[in-house]
């Protein structure tokens, strides 16, 4: 992981946002890339690790994707506060973007690798494998990581564990099944709470994002509720 973009649309919180670039880059020997929108008036963010700043065409998210194809990591709000200038929405630039998202809610500050972390794992989303692997430069110094399933899972005696993936590489994590009771996104954000997770990462839109919307999908929900930074891959 060694491309981080962030886009400059200043929305209150952005200074987080940079600040945890700036963090993740020095912990992982990254470039940072910043993606400015037209109309900005802003300068440049001054960063300890590498980096630039380039030109967005327009402020919708497919101006956007147009950067994320050689990027490893784009970090984002989980929801945009009104900014300036006016930010396309998390929802649409997961859809749209060739990367994994760090979705940060505005509370959320990162100052380091994190030492903990929750993979929300489901064997029938290939999203989560994309998350889980995509999540592997974050993880590699963590002391305490946790995969979940919620309500169980699919009985394949030929799929990879998911637990001997990360062990692989080097990574220590524990398994956990954990019943559904109400939402799966109230029962993944409990997780999260109990261990003080610091990271949590899963999949996005795994039946597609407007199956999601009309159906109240996990993705949304944890967009709104998170305390918690996301790592969100897209399907």
């Not at 505005?106 to 972390?117: G, N």
């Not at 999203?127 to 993880?139: E, M, N, R, W, Y």
């Not at 899972?153 to 099944?177: C, K, Q, S, T």
Request: aromatic share 4%; with cysteine; glycine share 8%.
């Amino acid at each position: 992981m060694k491309s981080l973009l962030v886009p400059l649309f200043d929305d209150g919180a952005l200074n987080h946002r940079v600040d945890a670039a700036d963090a993740l880059a020095r912990g992982l020997d990254a470039h940072i890339m910043f993606a400015e929108p037209p109309g900005s008036s802003r300068s440049p963010p001054q960063t300890g690790a590498a980096s630039d700043v380039a030109p967005l065409s327009d402020t919708d998210a497919a101006a956007l994707a147009r950067l994320t194809t050689l990027s490893d990591l784009v970090i984002v709000p989980s929801v945009w506060r009104p900014s300036r200038p006016t930010g396309p929405s998390t929802a649409d630039i997961i859809t749209h973007c060739f990367a994994p998202l760090l979705a940060m809610p505005s509370s959320a500050r990162i100052d380091r690798l994190p030492e903990t972390a929750i993979i929300a794992w489901s064997d029938t989303s290939p999203t989560t494998a994309l998350a889980l692997k995509a999540a592997i430069p974050l993880l590699a110094h963590a002391a305490g990581v946790k995969i979940v399933s919620v309500g169980g899972v699919r009985d394949d005696d030929g799929a990879i564990n998911p637990v001997d993936y990360l062990r692989w590489h080097g990574i220590a994590a524990d398994f956990a099944v954990l019943p559904r009771s109400g939402r799966v996104s109230d029962t993944l954000h409990d997780a999260a709470r109990e261990i003080d997770a610091e990271l949590i990462v899963m999949g996005a839109y795994g039946r597609g994002r407007f199956l999601e919307d009309g159906f109240g999908g996990i993705t949304r929900r944890m967009l709104e509720i998170t305390e918690t930074p996301l790592l969100l891959h897209p399907s």
